[in-house]
């Protein structure tokens, strides 16, 4: 028989066992942080009706749509978990109370070019909040709120939250002429801090941008200062266009109720450069960066957005959400050593059998798990230091070994697999030691 080669295809991510412990911890620390605000779980299908799924779709994330048929059906695997969200309040929108607080935790599939760190199959952690109609934006300062506490959970404290509005972009813009430039401009201003003020001046000119609007420009994109300088600085300007003026003002409210929300201010700063989606977000949005690793780029992104599902309802949904990449993040983080989950196995003991006595040790393994600790049992027969080389090689922290002198006093040997220090204890009393 001729032996096929096992292989993954490019683009997908596999661990070995240590590492999904790691991942899956990330994944329900995430889970419950949402959960704490509120956030009720939603599961979507991951195969939609490609009408459905493509209905705002166009240009490259149509490209990169895995679609295909089965029977008479045209069926996509799922690109993220925003418009499954659209089609879902769309169809349950009677049943459902507003405003709708979800979070979606799943894989999705795009079918872009495989290359380091970049999937075509990975796991997005959204939340989204969803108003009826009228929808207040203090649902967009509960979103930074809401991204500071998870990563807090998931062991991170240097990181930054930056918040900028579409509206003082678009408005900017609209009040110099350039609005059919905006997406140019957008892609050159933000590259200032690598190339410098006078490089971006020069591209500014080879766009066909005027003098007098580019100094509009660069004294818009070369605000500094605190959150709330930054803000009287925008002001300063004098731009009298309502767009611009609308987006300050959301902007202001944003940073008043972060506040309110006690939202530590070193952990959020405004950033005009920021601009996400530049044609679905239409007012607040938000990039957060570790700021010893600005390389790694946004780690967690979002926006707020006018009208959700419109090409299934006439009913305006206007909402609020963020989104975390966590197979991204997560690949990105073990390549600079900065997973902080230290946990890497499942088990917390490992019971072993010696001689004949397997019977009781399955007797003790229950009892364990009875007492609320994961437990293995080494079932097959080998000699002591093969079954301890088990224990080492996925991690679990300690070892019983059950032998005919344990069985006889029933006192037990635990092992402390890290330190090698062995106690004689009984079965209570390991169950209150390690739980």
Same mark, same amino acid.
């Given at each position: ?7 993954? !295809? ?21 889970a ?9 779980p ?6 939609e ?15 990169? %749509?895995?679609? =295909? ?9 799922r690109?993220?978990?925003?418009? $499954?969200?659209?089609k ?8 459902l ?5 979800r979070?979606a ?9 495989a290359?380091?760190?970049r999937?075509?199959? =990975?796991y ?5 909040? %969803? ?7 203090i649902?967009?300062a509960?979103?930074?709120? %809401?991204i500071?506490?998870t990563f807090?959970? #998931?062991? =991170? ?6 918040i ?6 678009n408005?900017l ?6 609005i059919?430039k ?7 201003i ?5 190339i ?7 591209? #500014?000119?080879?766009? &066909? ?7 509009s420009?660069?004294?818009?994109v ?6 709330d ?5 925008? *002001?300063?300007l004098?731009i009298?266009?309502?767009?611009? *003026?609308? &987006?300050?003002?959301e ?6 109720y !972060? ?14 450069? %920021?601009?996400?989606g ?9 990039e957060t960066f !570790?700021n010893?690793?600005?390389n790694l &780029? ?5 926006g707020?957005?006018d009208? !959700?599902a ?5 009913? *305006?949904l ?8 966590l197979t991204?993040? =997560? ?5 600079i ?20 006595? #397997? ?8 009892? #364990?798990?009875e007492?609320g600790i994961?437990t ?20 679990? $922290? ?9 069985i ?7 092992k ?12 209570d009393e ?6």
């Open positions: 028989m001729n032996k096929i080669e096992p292989r993954t !295809l490019p683009g997908f991510m596999e661990l070995l066992p240590n590492d999904q412990v790691k991942f899956n911890l990330m994944k329900e620390k995430i419950h942080s949402y959960e704490k605000f509120g956030f009720l939603l599961d979507t299908p991951a195969i009706l490609s009408e459905v799924l493509l209905a705002k779709a166009g240009g490259e994330t149509e490209k990169q %749509i895995y679609r =295909f048929q089965k029977g008479e059906a045209d069926l996509s695997l690109f993220d978990h925003t418009v $499954p969200l659209a879902y309040v769309s169809l349950y929108q009677g049943e109370s507003f405003p709708f607080k979070y935790i799943g894989k999705v599939y795009r079918g872009e070019k290359q380091k760190g999937y075509r199959e =990975f997005q952690c959204d939340i989204d909040v %969803i108003g009826d109609g009228e929808f207040s934006i649902n967009d509960e979103m930074p709120n %809401i500071y506490n807090k959970d #998931l062991g =991170f404290d240097n990181f930054t939250i930056c900028n509005n579409r509206k003082i972009l408005g813009f609209e009040s110099l002429g350039l059919e905006t997406t140019d401009i957008l892609r050159i933000d590259k200032i801090e690598k410098g003020e006078n490089a971006v001046i020069d591209e #500014l000119k080879k766009l &066909g941008v005027e003098k007098a609007a580019t100094d420009i660069i004294k818009f070369t605000i500094t200062g605190k959150t300088e930054k803000i009287s600085a925008l *002001k300063e004098g009298q266009n309502e767009l611009f *003026k609308t &987006g300050v003002n902007l202001t409210d944003v940073v008043k !972060l506040k309110v929300l006690g939202m530590p201010e070193e952990y959020f700063t405004v950033d005009l450069k %920021i601009a996400r530049l044609d679905y977000y239409t007012g607040t949005v938000y !570790l010893e690793y600005r &780029g946004s780690i967690c992104s979002g707020r957005y009208n !959700l419109e090409y299934y309802t006439d009913k *305006k206007p909402g609020v959400g963020i989104s975390i990449g991204r993040l =997560f690949y990105q983080l073990s390549e050593n900065q997973i902080k989950e230290t946990k890497e196995t499942i088990s917390k003991v490992l019971v072993v059998p010696m001689d004949e006595s #397997l019977g009781e040790a399955l007797k003790i393994a229950n009892k #364990l798990r007492g994961n293995d049992i080494y079932l097959e027969e080998a000699k002591i230091k093969k079954k301890m080389k088990y224990a080492d090689k996925w991690k679990i $922290p300690y070892v019983i070994i059950v032998g005919e002198e344990e006889a006093t029933k006192i037990l040997t635990l402390n697999m890290e330190t090698g220090e062995q106690k004689k204890l009984t079965i390991i169950i209150n030691e390690i739980k």
